[in-house]
């Protein structure tokens, strides 16, 4: 299994920034992607963002093109996520989540491994 810690949230206003830290452990060695989630009250668990495991390839919800991007560092294989220009439909709680399937599309939502979840609050 891995274990995904995710870190960076809190409230910040309409307009401003924030960015999440993911950090995987355990069998990463058999992870080939990654991405971040978002699940609002009352809302299914919706596609944000994902990255192949090397970096090579990133995908976007469309609601958040052109405002958040999502990139691998090397310190401790973390994942990032830097949101710019929020809006209050971006409040949710997001999830960082690893899978052993090289594949990244907006519409798969099975991956294996879940982090436990930060909060983002956009207030207008």
């Known amino acids: 299994q891995v274990q995904l810690v995710e870190s960076g949230g809190g409230l910040v206003q309409a307009g401003g920034s924030l960015r999440l830290s993911c950090a995987p452990s355990g069998r990463t060695e058999t992870t080939f992607a990654m991405g971040w989630f978002r699940q609002a009250p009352g809302k299914e668990r919706e596609f944000v963002a994902a990255?192949?495991?090397?970096?090579?390839?990133?995908d976007y919800a469309d609601s958040v093109k052109g405002r958040f991007t999502i990139s691998r560092g090397n310190a401790r294989n973390t994942v990032y996520l830097q949101m710019n220009n929020l809006i209050p439909g971006d409040t949710a709680v997001y999830y960082c989540a690893a899978d052993r399937v090289e594949i990244i599309s907006p519409h798969r939502l099975n991956y294996s491994d879940w982090g436990q979840g930060t909060q983002v609050t956009v207030s207008s």
């Open positions: 990255i192949t495991w090397t970096g090579g390839s990133t």
